[in-house]
């Protein structure tokens, strides 16, 4: 039997003041992969202690979320969306512009859709 792979990847740099948060997502992502990870997202999100925080996201592995993770995804992006400067999602499917669309409307900082990871970077640094 062969398992599909799902879930999300993390990272954090820091620039000066400024802090990268890096997220890459794989497969259709469950309400489990966010009982793991929002907690490690909160504790990083605890330590920065200026509002600079700069997310780029890489959905090109990304199949979506079931119900219930989507949930959690929302409450996530509702709690922290003002700790988020600039997020920048890139991606390859047409479902993910749109995703960002309905996210800006959660969040006081800037979100974007990239299909090349350069352009994404290269905004995140303007």
């Given at each position: 039997?062969?398992?599909?792979?799902?879930?999300l990847?993390?990272g954090?740099?820091?620039?000066?003041?400024?802090?990268?948060?890096?997220?890459?997502?794989?497969?259709?992502?469950?309400?489990q992969?966010?009982e793991?990870?929002?907690?490690f997202?909160?504790s990083?999100?605890?330590?920065?202690?200026?509002?600079?925080?700069?997310?780029?996201?890489?959905?090109?592995?990304?199949?979506?979320?079931?119900?219930?993770?989507?949930?959690?995804?929302?409450?996530?992006?509702?709690?922290?969306?003002?700790?988020?400067?600039?997020?920048?999602?890139?991606?390859?499917?047409?479902?993910?512009?749109?995703?960002?669309k309905v996210?800006?409307?959660?969040?006081?900082?800037?979100?974007?859709?990239?299909?090349?990871?350069?352009?994404?970077?290269a905004?995140?640094?303007?």
């Amino acid at each position: 039997m062969h398992n599909k792979r799902h879930g999300l990847s993390i990272g954090m740099e820091r620039a000066e003041n400024d802090f990268f948060l890096f997220i890459k997502a794989q497969g259709k992502l469950t309400h489990q992969d966010y009982e793991i990870i929002t907690p490690f997202i909160e504790s990083m999100l605890t330590q920065v202690r200026t509002p600079t925080v700069n997310v780029l996201f890489d959905g090109t592995e990304l199949d979506g979320w079931e119900l219930r993770a989507a949930w959690d995804d929302l409450k996530l992006g509702l709690k922290h969306g003002t700790s988020f400067n600039k997020v920048a999602l890139y991606g390859n499917k047409k479902w993910q512009a749109f995703s960002v669309k309905v996210a800006d409307w959660f969040m006081s900082g800037e979100i974007k859709y990239f299909e090349k990871e350069n352009d994404a970077i290269a905004w995140l640094n303007q």
